[in-house]
Nanobody, 116 residues
């Protein structure tokens, strides 16, 4: 069973930075795409950023220019560098992986709170 474990969430002031990590229990090259999603209270889950096995990145409009997704295949880890954080970035952030067979895996999430 593939497991994805997020870490790095916490409380940060507006304008600050955080780096989230997603550690996979299997080789992340087995995923055609990995990504970060978030869900704020009372809102639907939305895509934050995705990265394919070939390294192509995509970002949600609200985070473009502020967040960067990356992957370290040797460590089976995907990262999300978040800069210039805003209160509206407050949410639970989830790691996602989609296999070449179409199976999807989710982590349990890590809470990011942006507040002064």
């Amino acid at each position: 069973q593939v497991q994805l474990v997020e870490s790095g969430g916490g409380l940060v002031q507006p304008g600050g930075s955080l780096r989230l990590s997603c550690a996979a229990s299997s080789n992340i090259l087995s995923f055609t795409v990995m990504g970060w999603y978030r869900q704020a209270p009372g809102k639907e889950r939305e895509v934050v950023a995705t990265i394919t096995s070939s390294g192509r990145e995509n970002y949600g409009d609200s985070v473009k220019g502020r967040f960067t997704i990356s992957r370290d295949n040797a460590k089976n880890t995907v990262y999300l560098q978040m800069n210039s954080l805003k209160p509206e970035d407050t949410a639970v952030y989830y790691c996602n992986g989609r296999s070449y067979y179409g199976l999807e895996y989710w982590g349990k999430g890590t809470l990011v709170t942006v507040s002064s």
